[in-house]
């Protein structure tokens, strides 16, 4: 059958006697993991009704224009700029156009840039990057999304929310955890940890994680450096370790590639070589943690399709339905050889 404009994704999912939200991961590549035999039954039932969906027709309901707002912490960290060339990616595909704003993990320019946005009147704005635990604006950041979804505008969060609005999550804890246990099995006892801002939820995450995750293999926690959740962060702190001699650490678990990136070069200028002297380890697998020398354990993260899943989210015809928290795959490399 050809292609009709007249079905919709609706009639999918009645014809294939599933959920609108099942239908949807199906057909616009959700993250989220969907039975095989619902998936057949989707896919089947939209080729017996010639679905073809029109993603950018729902962009322009309801008089809003073809855009999306995308807020990131940094661009020029590797993590935002896979979410981003995902994001990209999938509002193409729509026939979208992504207007992509930084806020420096700042909460008074988060707002005003919110604020700024609505009045293009995007069909959607989407927030990449970590929460603050002592947010000073998340009321008033809750009121501006609220009155720009209750105009029909959609949100969404990718990490954390807390702010009861639609959520990308990623398992920091829950991975962080698995790299912990991990690397205790490889014989690590003596872990320092590099962490950002206390306040940043994604670090604190990944740090608690990781410290349950090694202690139950054994290991302990001898120190925690903290600095920007940046590359100069993590050379900052590596300085600081190289500095203290190292001498009761094994381990330096940094909680984000580019902050062990950082540390790295740090350690490489003080005589001390990674993977030789100390391991290293890091989260998100950002493309650099390949090509470092030597190549970098980590968690990875499936940053792109994590952008292309917001933007899916953000299109579908019903908010609320949150996806399953988005999993990471722990990649042992050469930075932490077995002790």
């Known amino acids: 059958m050809e292609p009709s404009s007249s079905v919709t994704l609706h009639d999918v999912a009645a ?9 949807s991961r199906v057909l616009n590549g959700s993250v ?5 035999s619902y998936r057949e039954r989707v896919m089947a039932a939209a080729q017996r009704l010639g679905y073809a969906p029109n993603l950018s027709a729902q962009a322009m309901a309801k008089g809003r224009a073809n855009i999306v707002g995308l807020l990131v912490g940094d661009i020029a960290d590797p993590y935002f700029s896979a979410i981003t060339a995902g994001a990209m990616a999938a509002a193409e595909e729509a026939g979208l156009v992504v207007t992509v704003a930084v806020t420096g993990r700042d909460a008074d320019r988060e707002l005003t840039t919110v604020r700024a946005l609505k009045g293009q009147r995007p069909r959607a704005i989407l927030l990449a990057g970590s929460r603050l635990a002592d947010a000073t604006r998340d009321d008033e950041l809750s009121a501006e999304l609220e009155n720009f979804r209750a105009g029909g505008g959609r949100v969404v969060f990718v990490s954390q929310s807390g702010l009861g609005f639609d959520t990308v999550r990623i398992g920091n804890e829950e991975a962080a955890t698995e790299l912990g246990a991990r690397l205790a099995e490889l014989g690590y006892r003596r872990v320092a940890i590099i962490a950002g801002p206390h306040r940043l939820i994604t670090s604190t995450d990944r740090a608690r994680g990781f410290t349950r995750g090694f202690r139950r293999g054994g290991g302990d926690v001898v120190t925690t450096v903290r600095g920007d959740f940046t590359r100069d962060g993590g050379f900052a702190a590596g300085e600081k370790l190289a500095a203290s001699g190292l001498s009761d650490v094994d381990l330096i678990f940094a909680t ?17 070589i990674p993977g030789e002297h100390v391991g290293v380890a890091g989260f998100d697998d950002i493309s650099t943690a390949r090509d470092v020398t030597p190549p970098l354990t980590t968690v990875a993260i499936p940053l792109e399709e994590i952008g292309r899943s917001a933007v899916t989210q953000a299109l579908l015809d019903e908010p609320g339905d949150s996806p399953a928290p988005v999993t990471g795959t722990v990649l042992v490399r050469e930075s932490t050889p077995p002790r």
């Open 32 to 36: 989220r993991k969907v039975a095989e």
């Open 15 to 23: 014809e294939a006697g599933v959920s609108l939200a099942t239908a």
């Open 256 to 272: 984000s590639d580019i902050m062990a990136v950082g540390a790295m070069s740090a350690l490489r200028r003080a005589g001390v």
